[in-house]
């Protein structure tokens, strides 16, 4: 029988433990960091938007004075934004999972798409700015409109959308095709009645993930041109337009000029963070709908 020396076997014991509750601590160090920081900004967007967001601020037009300024122009672009972004996002980005995941051949073609939608998801958004400036400003003559900036944006979350649903349909029972198939359903019933309902729920996660990125991002608009300025309220999707994200950018620029500016701008980040949970919240009741009944 081979002897253990317990002594040998205590200290390792006692490293490993040791070695355990630094990482836990050191994981919770980094969770409160966050947190902390997260806290603080939240604070001082709440601190200094207070006395600035009100019924006036929100139904208001842009104003030369920081007085009267109001940003109901911009939400409302934000809104026509979201309007393009979310239709074209979701049939472009399931679509493309549909066919890499149930029509594709595996082989070199389909790893190579793969490899570069996997790739796109990481490129910056300035990127994908200089490209709806060149493709939809300016070659397709849509100018800095609702159009371009909502194809723009529908573009860079477009690998989001894709990547998810692929995971959501991959994740789909291979059971459930055959019990289809052998029922006589062709590929496409299995897929309409199946394969898509099961994964719809990780589809709509992957879109309230892409939808949450692109009404935050400002460089795209900015590459395109999308002004900050009195323009009139858009009226169809080829009007000129500013959205939430380009007005606080704006703010907090001339902040530096005019004190007021930064409280506009906190107020508007405020608004923006609401519209944004209001968002995330129906996508949520709408999958988990969907969730519980699938």
Known sequence: MKYIDTEIVQKKMKSRLFLNN????????????????LAILLYRVFVESIGWLNFEFLTNKLSTSAERAG??????????????????TMILGVGTAIYLEEYA??????????TNITNLAGVPSIVFGLLGLTVFVR???????????????????????????QEAIRSVPSYLREASYGM????????????????????????????SRAI?????????????LLIPIPGSIFDSFTALPMQIYYWTIDAVLVDEYANLAAATILVLLIVLFIMNSIAIIIRNKFQNRY
């Open 139 to 165: 070659t397709f003559g849509f100018g800095p409109s609702i159009i371009a900036g909502g194809l723009t944006m529908a573009l860079l979350v477009l690998p989001i959308v894709v990547v998810a649903s």
């Open 71 to 88: 940003i109901k122009g911009a939400i409302v672009g934000t809104l026509w934004l979201m309007l393009i972004v979310g239709p074209v």
């Open 22 to 37: 630094l990482l836990k601590y050191l994981f919770l160090l980094s969770t409160l960091f966050g947190l902390v920081v």
């Open 216 to 228: 935050g991002e400002t460089a795209p608009l900015v590459v395109i041109g999308i002004p900050a």
């Open 105 to 114: 051949k595996k082989g070199k073609l389909s790893s190579f798409i793969q």
């Open 184 to 211: 006589g359903a062709t590929k496409w019933q299995t897929i309409k009645n199946i394969v898509l309902p099961s994964s719809l729920p990780g589809i709509l996660t992957g879109t309230i993930l892409a939808l």
